[in-house]
């Protein structure tokens, strides 16, 4: 159970004029800002709120980047539809309908049953550094416009402040948070939001803080972003994320998403390093999908991100609460999404009910617990796709399905729905683990694993 250092257990709330300081002004500084201003103003009651980023994340390469793959998943897009907040080109690189899956026995191209063509590419920070391009691109890009700059630009509309500042010391005096930068105080505030992700040294401060916080469990990415050339982006990815279980030592899977000049080529897994990415690359599936004149290069923008894969422990106390990946997040997928989550819940129980650890457990934890028990349904489901992955005849039997599903529609889409939601994140994972265990789909997949193993032995026997 989260600490309650609040001495009566009761409700804090926040009045007229009172302070709240967002410490970084990624996705979910920017959404608990839009939604803490939008909401106070409905209610009438005037805050004060600042968002202190050092980043600028209209700068190309790292020192702008929030190293992520940037895809918005079709249910993120059309909640952010609703909320006012509309993608659109040029924040949006590419609109996604379809996704391959590549594994050594062959692939299969999977459709989005929305024809809206939902899911959304962006870059998350400038773009990669112009110039690390191709001198053969005929159409190189014009604008790269940065989703997190988009929305924090969207937060200082509703009366954000923005200050371009690095936060490097939290203390608490008479149990209200301060904050310094240079050894300089900055504010007291009334309300300190921790939205500085994982990859960043303010997440430590929380933890010295003797609050009980403790951050997530992480293990480290490896992003790349190619430059090929606009129009062979178009050509040799189209609109498809591709994905890759192609069983290379120490990668979980990888995934090359298209953009507008560039592919970010996303790895998850155990040590990977620059030359991981080269071999993967150099894999004939992975080669072939790339133009013929195209050479791998020594000059690509790249970074190595940490990922959450737990939960936060004690995610508030009394005048504080942490947001986003220093939360909670998603397994693998959709940490933007995960972003909108807390820091919607977080708001609404800042505004509307206190900013007491009181406050946070009864009104904003469950929205945590709610992400961190549906990511053990996620790691039995990664789990289950591994061992497919690595078994010859279930993996062969389970691509015969999704093929034939892809080309016979009155099949219906179980098996293609399944793998579409957990590599894309658009449904819980809990939903997609007990659609797995439809009896019908699990006598299909059953009859197929039956029929391929035939095949196999009969194979054996001729030879």
């Given amino acids: 159970m989260p600490m309650n250092n609040s001495k009566e257990n009761s409700s804090i709330a926040l009045n007229d004029g009172d302070k709240i300081a967002v410490l970084g002004g990624g996705p979910s500084g920017s959404f608990f800002s839009i939604f803490a201003l939008k909401l106070a103003k409905q209610i009438g009651k005037d805050i004060d709120l600042t968002i202190y980023e050092h980043k600028s994340f209209s700068n190309e390469g790292p020192s702008g980047c929030n190293m992520c793959a940037g895809v918005i998943s079709e249910s993120l897009v059309q909640l952010l539809a609703i909320e006012g907040i509309c993608l ?8 996604i309908d379809s996704y391959r899956f590549q594994t050594i026995s062959g692939d299969v191209l999977l459709h989005s049953l929305n024809e809206q063509r939902g899911i959304a590419t962006v870059y998350r920070g400038g773009g990669p550094v112009s110039k690390i391009t191709s001198e053969a691109d005929e159409n190189p890009e014009t604008e790269k416009i940065s989703f997190d700059d988009f929305l924090l630009d969207y937060a200082e509309k509703e009366g954000a402040k923005i200050e371009n500042i690095r936060v490097d010391d939290i203390k608490l005096d008479n149990e209200k948070p301060q904050i310094f930068s240079n050894k300089r105080i900055l504010s007291d505030a009334d309300l300190v939001v921790g939205a500085c992700g994982i990859n960043t040294k303010t997440a430590k401060m929380f933890e010295e803080l003797g609050i009980g916080y403790t951050q997530p469990s992480v293990i480290k990415a490896f992003q790349s972003e190619i430059h090929i050339g606009r129009e062979k982006v178009s050509t040799q990815f189209g609109n498809a994320i591709h994905i890759f279980l192609i069983n290379q030592p120490n990668v979980k899977f990888a ?8 592919v970010t080529v996303s790895m998850l897994g155990k040590d990977i390093t620059k030359q991981t990415v080269k071999d993967f690359l150099n894999y004939p599936v992975v080669k072939n999908k790339f133009p013929d004149s195209w050479t791998i290069t ?17 995610p508030f106390a009394d005048r504080i609460v942490m947001i986003g990946d220093a939360s909670s997040a ?3 997928k959709d940490g933007i999404g995960s972003a909108y989550l807390t820091a919607k819940a977080a708001a609404n129980t800042a505004i509307l009910h206190g900013v007491s650890c009181s406050d946070f457990y009864k009104n904003y934890y469950p929205a945590c617990k709610k992400i961190n028990r549906d990511n053990f349904f996620g790691n039995v489901m990664f789990a289950f796709t591994n061992t497919v992955n690595k078994t010859p005849v279930i993996r ?23 793998l579409w939601d957990m590599f894309t994140g658009n449904e819980l994972y809990t939903d997609i683990f007990l659609r797995a265990l439809n009896p019908k789909l699990l006598l299909r997949i059953l009859v197929n694993i039956i029929g391929t193993t035939f095949i196999r032995l009969k194979t054996i026997w001729r030879y």
């Fill in 396 to 418: 062969e039997a389970l691509l015969n399905i999704l093929r034939n599903e892809q080309d016979r529609p009155e099949l219906g889409y179980r098996c293609s729905t399944i």
């Fill in 255 to 262: 995934a090359i998403t298209p953009k507008g000049s560039y």
């Fill in 88 to 95: 659109k080109s040029p924040i949006v690189q590419r609109a």
């Fill in 330 to 332: 998603r397994l693998y």
């Fill in 298 to 314: 020594d000059t690509f923008c790249r970074c190595v991100p940490k990922i959450n894969v737990g939960a936060a422990r004690h």
